[in-house]
Each structure stands twice: as structure tokens, then as C-alpha cells.
């Protein structure tokens, strides 16, 4: 069946970059994958299961809406929310159930008496701030009265001690070590009061780039995906991409020098051409920067994309002679024969990161999951 936009992800793709996560990790580290932003735009159920099938033993999102979405659909694996809650978010944890981060002290009395008042044992992270300078404390000393509150409250469980790297993606630069050096002395220290705590920091880069970053659980986001963690090949890593892209040439149209497709005329032809376009835009996510400066795949091979990038159509530059036919399959990302566009390719075509541009796949790209 043609498709205007649809985003196919390989869960077999996710259960084995799991597997070759944990293939990375030393003695009884455990493995969180972090399904935040709808699993980083492959949709959060599906990959949730599919990680937890390839060897993931946590799961980690950034908003409690997202963890009863998850336990709406009956995931019941230990579930962390990362981001910054309001007191209706912490009460809305304690229901779903899920694990929380708090470094201040009022909101762990605060969240003490919801525990109480609903008889629920709440499960807490106390979150150093190292260096990354956004949630956390920086002052150790909080983080041990927020350990202390929690531990001597009836229905609170301390469960981990946490932090979040900055630079972990710039190899060889010199700020992760100075983080990583900051948070083990402290967790050293942590670790005499509270030895059954659950210590973690590395996301996928730390996990990849220093295993004195693992302690007793890494936390991995675009690795699951087969996306590379340092914006370069993900099979460097022994990654597997897990999201293509797919659309389909709606038109074919001969083009004479001097004739523009787009708005803006951005693009006009210099030779006589075919020019087909597919109905796929930045309504979808394919971003408008993309205008002139991208290439999609059609019967294994590359053809540029012309002209200015609209919300429901690009045009692309099919040559002088063709054989492409409306109804064809284009892919902009994924592979087709021999070629194949990554999402690392795109995203330094236009100078972001590969998660922001999984993440823009809007609703209305049709999601498919299979297994292969």
C-alpha cells in the first residue's frame, strides 16, 4: 500500500542494541533505557517492550504522563521519571507507579506527607548536580538531607543516587572526566550511609566512551535506537539504525531551463529535467532547512532534493532521462539497494544532532513496527 509518510522501525533493530549495550557493561551493571519523547519519536510503548525483550532492566522518561502511558499498557518493569515534578506530578507517580528524582529538601517532606496521606511507598533518586547546571543540587551536603528526609520518612525508599553528564559526546574533551571525578568521590561517600543504593550517571556517549562511568546502571537513550551517540556511523558502535523513512514520487513533470519548482523559485532548472514530487514536508518533520540540501533514494539511488521544502511536499531533481513513475517508493532515511541515508547524514546536513530529528517526526507520520 502507497503511503504519503510513514516511519517504519525495526523492534528486532532495538532488542539487539540492547543485547550489544549490555554486551558493554562489566559485572552486575543493569542497562536503563531511557523512553522519553515517545521513545525519541519510534513510539514509547512498542520500543519500551522491545528493550526490555533485548535485556533492558529499567526504563527511564522525562515526564510522569509518559509513565502512565507506559503503565496503561500494562509495562510493569521499574520505571524512572528524570524530569522536574510538581507536587500533582509526584502524587500522579506515586499512582503509576514510578520512581522520582528530588535534590531539594522541602519537596521531599512535601512528597513524604503525599506518601503518607495515601499509604503508598515512594520510591526516590537524589540527583547531584556535577556540572551539567540544570536540575540537581550542586551542594553535597543537600543531597545527603534529602537522603536523610527520604530514608527516615515511613512511606519513602531511597533508591538511587544520580547525575547527568554535559560533554559525554565530545570525545576527548576534559569536562566529563572532571564531572565523572566529582560525583564518584561523592558517591563514595554516599555509598557509607547508604550501601544499597542504586548509583547511575552515564547516558549512551559515558557508556561507549568510559566504563568508570557505568557504576551500578547506565541510562541509554539514542543508543536503543541505533543512532550514534557521538553524531557520526552508528555501526562504528555495532549499532543498528532502527527508524527509515519512507514516502512516494506522487508526480512526474518535465522541466525546461528556467522553469522553478517551490516557493521562493529557490531552485530553477538549467537543463531540461524531470522534476518529481513527494508528498512529504515539514508538516511532517522533514525540515524546511533541508531546502536544496538533502537527498532522497529511489530505486537504490540518489536523487537531490530541489526547490524550497513546503509543509506537504518536496520536489526532487530525477535527471534528464528517467525512469522513475509516479507510485514509486522514496526513502529519506534508511537504505534502498547499496545507498543509505542515515539519520546522522541528515542531521549534519543541516547542523543539529540525529535525536532532534527522529523527535520532529510529527503524528502525522504513520509509525509501523515490525520485527526483523
Request: proline fraction near 4%.
Amino acid at each position: 500500500m502507497i503511503e504519503r509518510a510513514v516511519a517504519r522501525i525495526d523492534l528486532g533493530a532495538i532488542e539487539r542494541n540492547c543485547a550489544h549495550i549490555r554486551s558493554q557493561l562489566h559485572g552486575e551493571t543493569k542497562l536503563c533505557a531511557v523512553v522519553k519523547a515517545d521513545a525519541y519519536g519510534h513510539g514509547d510503548t512498542w520500543c519500551a517492550k522491545a528493550a526490555l525483550a533485548g535485556g533492558a532492566d529499567w526504563l527511564a522518561v522525562a515526564a510522569v504522563s509518559e509513565a502512565l502511558e507506559l503503565r496503561r499498557h500494562g509495562i510493569d518493569a521499574p520505571l524512572l521519571v528524570m524530569g522536574a515534578l510538581t507536587i500533582e506530578d509526584a502524587r500522579a507517580a506515586l499512582e503509576a507507579p514510578a520512581d522520582v528524582v528530588i535534590w531539594e529538601p522541602e519537596f521531599a517532606e512535601a512528597f513524604a506527607r503525599l506518601a503518607d496521606a495515601d499509604g503508598v511507598t515512594g520510591r526516590v533518586h537524589v540527583k547531584l548536580d556535577s556540572g551539567m547546571g540544570r536540575l540537581g543540587t550542586k551542594d553535597p551536603e543537600q543531597a545527603l538531607a534529602v537522603a536523610r528526609i527520604v530514608g527516615e520518612a515511613e512511606h519513602l525508599q531511597l533508591i538511587g543516587l544520580m547525575t547527568h553528564f554535559a560533554t559525554a559526546d565530545e570525545q576527548g574533551d576534559d569536562y566529563l572526566p572532571q564531572q565523572l571525578g566529582v560525583f564518584a568521590e561523592f558517591a563514595g561517600r554516599f555509598r557509607e550511609q547508604y550501601p544499597e543504593v542504586i548509583v547511575h550517571a552515564a547516558n549512551s556517549p559515558a557508556t561507549f566512551r568510559d566504563s568508570a562511568s557505568h557504576f551500578d546502571m547506565v541510562r541509554c537513550g539514542v543508543a536503543v535506537y541505533g543512532l550514534d551517540p557521538f553524531q557520526e556511523d552508528p555501526t562504528l558502535r555495532g549499532l543498528d539504525q532502527a527508524l527509515s523513512l519512507h514516502s512516494y514520487v506522487a508526480a512526474v513533470r518535465r522541466f525546461e531551463p528556467g522553469d522553478s519548482a517551490g516557493y521562493g523559485r529557490r531552485w530553477t532548472a538549467e537543463r531540461p529535467t524531470y522534476v518529481g514530487t513527494v508528498p512529504i514536508g515539514y508538516g511532517d518533520g522533514f525540515r524546511r532547512a533541508f531546502t536544496n540540501n538533502a537527498e532522497l533514494l529511489i530505486g537504490g539511488r540518489r536523487y537531490p532534493v530541489v526547490g524550497t521544502v513546503s509543509m506537504d511536499n518536496i520536489t526532487v531533481d530525477l535527471g534528464a532521462e528517467t525512469e522513475v513513475e509516479p507510485g514509486t517508493e522514496a526513502t529519506l532515511i534508511g537504505r534502498d539497494g547499496r545507498e543509505c541515508i542515515t539519520v546522522e547524514e541528515l542531521a549534519h546536513r543541516i547542523g543539529t544532532i540525529n535525536y532532534e530529528i527522529t523527535c520532529g517526526l510529527t503524528p502525522r507520520v504513520r509509525r509501523q513496527w515490525s520485527s526483523t
